[in-house]
């Protein structure tokens, strides 16, 4: 990392939870240790709580006016579907997933119940939290706007927007998988595979780059 990275992620509140070890092979137990510091820091302080990896993207905006019409109190979680593997499906991890408060509550019970064999670490880590969450009951919810269209994805924009799909998705998929203008919502959340220049380029067309309202402005100047 350069000077300028480093000094960059002193800059993030990054939690202190202890007893992680590195690699990406241990990303279950990075994400299980993550859910159970958050129950016991955060729980009343929130009422969603979400898992990215570092080359997702998320908008923000789109993600709370969508959970602003969630309930919290359901032990419900959202996602990008997958239909295999675990009951009732699980959710790409890579797309990221969001965990209701009551799902998060339930999640803690079931790693403090021996019965429930909740790997600690090891395996898929979106499958192990999945099968974890379904010994309580934790149903995954449907993450699609009116027109059904995705609003989380597994891949990158573009391979979306090509149909640039691997077989393992046509496979998993639970919904029908869509191309073109046709292929993420409006609204749409998330998007994975994303390097960091492509983070850095949808940044700026979404946040900096206005051309209604630079049109609008031309039109008044030339009246």
């Known amino acids: 990392m350069t000077a300028e990275q480093i000094s960059f992620t002193e800059q993030i509140p990054i939690a202190p939870i202890k007893g992680i070890v590195p690699g990406y092979e241990h990303l279950t137990q990075k994400s299980v240790l993550a859910f159970l ?5 955060y729980l009343n302080d929130f009422d969603w ?20 019409k969630q309930n919290s109190s359901e032990p419900i979680t959202f996602g990008y ?19 209701s408060r009551e799902s998060l509550r339930r ?12 790997r600690k670490d090891e395996g898929s880590e979106d499958v192990e939290i999945a099968n974890c969450l ?3 009951g934790v149903y995954p919810g449907k993450s699609l706007d009116k027109e059904n269209r995705e609003l989380f994805h597994p891949l990158s924009f573009t391979d979306h927007f090509r149909g640039y799909f691997p077989d393992w998705l046509l496979k998993y998929a639970e919904n029908s998988l869509r191309t073109h203008y046709d292929c993420c ?21 979404l ?17």
């Open 37 to 41: 510091y958050a129950y016991e820091n």
């Open 49 to 68: 709580f979400i898992k990215a990896d570092d080359d997702t993207y998320l908008i923000i905006e789109h993600l709370k006016k969508f959970l602003s």
């Open 81 to 99: 579907n997958f239909k295999v593997i675990v009951p009732q499906g699980y959710h790409s991890g890579g797309a990221s997933y969001v965990l």
């Open 107 to 118: 999640f803690h019970e079931a790693h403090k119940d021996p019965t429930s064999n909740c």
């Open 134 to 136: 379904r010994t309580k």
């Open 185 to 205: 919502s409006d609204e749409t959340i998330s998007f994975h595979y994303v390097s960091p220049e492509e983070q850095y380029l949808m940044n700026f067309l």
């Open 207 to 223: 946040y900096r780059a206005h051309p209604t309202s630079n049109i609008i402005k031309s039109n008044r100047s030339s009246t």
